[in-house]
């Protein structure tokens, strides 16, 4: 029996360890901070069933993937790369749109984000472009260079309509560079430019930018609301300036409110995401016990963060967060024991990628961060970004058993 569980789950157990207590609490937090959207849909189990669905064809991903060498990871790169860029142009003028964001695409009746495929892509091209040009005293010079214009061609399309995944690549990009040893002197040049074009980007939004303004839905709660209609809906390219200077200058100018006077239908999320943390209790509601739920928007997704905090209470928020800090350590044991750099490098990115985005997103839940819409990685509700997350620790997987492994390491083994 033992044997054939071993054989069904190969490479490196703390990795899974991790994935199904992850799969555990996604599950318990997705049905409990569904329940608004199963009340409006008339079908209580249903969502829970699809998110259910998907983590296990997620889990199914991770079967496949972790039997495969890593070294046939390399021949995907350039598709990936090929098919981000092709998605994504599609969705900038064709998209599907969400929350005024053309983001979606569908295909054969599928639909999902082509930020998604296109965030593992730049991690492969940037692990291959380290490895290739590795020397014993670090990664040449135009390594930084090839990164950069590699990069352009699928951030700048991004960024047009979700800068903050655009944000979350170039950290990544920025840590992988420091980690494959690129110098120092060409990596500070980077973050000075990305600051500058931050800087005159920030005086674009401020400049031309209106902040948008809410108002209830009739017929709904007065948590849910909508953008003015009166107000003036801007088309184009940039036509999500008005948002982003909202959320940037909402967060800046964040300030303390008497209960009584809290601008709730203006900030639902942010407020009722603070209740939920402020009535947890430090112990928790308990799981399924939420009350928030069905005032915060997006309480499955965006900031199901703080429906954790609400139910399973800091302890378990703090675990939640260690599952993540484990997975990071972790991969970097499996990679500091890779003999060649392309496995080291791509485990390395991939989790980088995994646990950035859940701090942007447990940042945001807690109010540490303006709004950003990231989802918490293998725990919110999500389509194909869940099994694209699984695929992600399936390679993860692949390269903790495939991967050829120092002497020292080797004879341990």
């Not at 060498?69 to 981000?84: G, M, Y």
């Not at 944000?167 to 560079?177: A, E, N, Q």
Request: proline content about 4%; some cysteine.
């Amino acid at each position: 029996m033992q044997k054939s569980v071993n054989n069904l789950f190969k490479g490196d157990k703390v990795i899974w360890m991790v994935f199904f207590l992850l799969f555990v609490i996604s599950v318990l937090e997705v049905f409990s901070a569904s329940s608004s959207l199963s009340y409006k849909g008339g079908n209580y189990w249903g969502p829970i069933i699809k998110h259910t669905g998907l983590l296990l064809l997620g889990f199914f991903a991770m079967l496949v993937l972790q039997t495969i060498h890593c070294k046939n990871f390399r021949v995907a790169t350039l598709p990936l790369l090929f098919i981000s860029f092709l998605t994504l142009i599609y969705v900038l003028v064709l998209g599907e749109r969400t929350n005024d964001g053309a983001r979606w695409m569908t295909l054969m009746g599928i639909a999902f984000q082509p930020s998604e495929i296109g965030k593992g892509a730049l991690v492969f091209a940037a692990a291959q472009i380290l490895s290739s040009l590795q020397t014993p005293n670090g990664a040449e010079q135009r390594a930084c260079k090839y990164i950069l214009i590699t990069s352009a061609f699928i951030v700048l399309p991004i960024a047009l309509e979700n800068l903050s995944t655009a944000l979350l690549i170039i950290i990544v990009l920025l840590l992988m560079m420091f980690i494959g040893r690129v110098p120092l002197k060409s990596i500070g040049r980077v973050i000075g430019v990305c600051m500058g074009l931050a800087f005159i980007f920030a005086l674009f939004i401020y400049t031309f930018g209106h902040e948008e303004k809410t108002q209830p839905v009739e017929g709904q709660p007065a948590n849910i609301t909508q953008v003015d209609a009166q107000s003036e809906k801007r088309t184009g390219l940039l036509h999500r300036v008005d948002t982003w200077k909202s959320r940037i200058v909402g967060f800046i100018n964040s300030e303390d409110y008497p209960p009584e006077e809290y601008p709730i239908t203006e900030k639902a999320q942010e407020g009722h995401a603070a209740i939920a943390i402020a009535t947890s209790n430090i112990v928790g509601k308990g799981p399924g016990n939420s009350v928030e739920r069905d005032y915060l928007p997006q309480a499955f997704s965006d900031f199901i963060y703080a429906i954790v905090v609400e139910e399973l209470g800091i302890f378990g928020a703090i675990g939640v967060l260690f599952l993540y800090i484990i997975l990071l350590v972790r991969t970097g044991r499996i990679a500091g024991r890779c003999e060649n750099n392309f496995p080291a490098f791509l485990a390395m990115g991939l989790a980088l990628l995994l646990v950035t985005q859940a701090f942007f997103n447990m940042c945001v839940a807690v109010g540490l961060g303006p709004v950003t819409g990231q989802p918490l990685p293998l725990i919110s509700k999500g389509g194909t970004s869940s099994i694209i997350n699984c695929c992600y620790l399936g390679i993860i997987l692949s390269i903790s058993r495939t991967a050829k492994r120092k002497e020292q390491f080797s004879e341990k083994a």
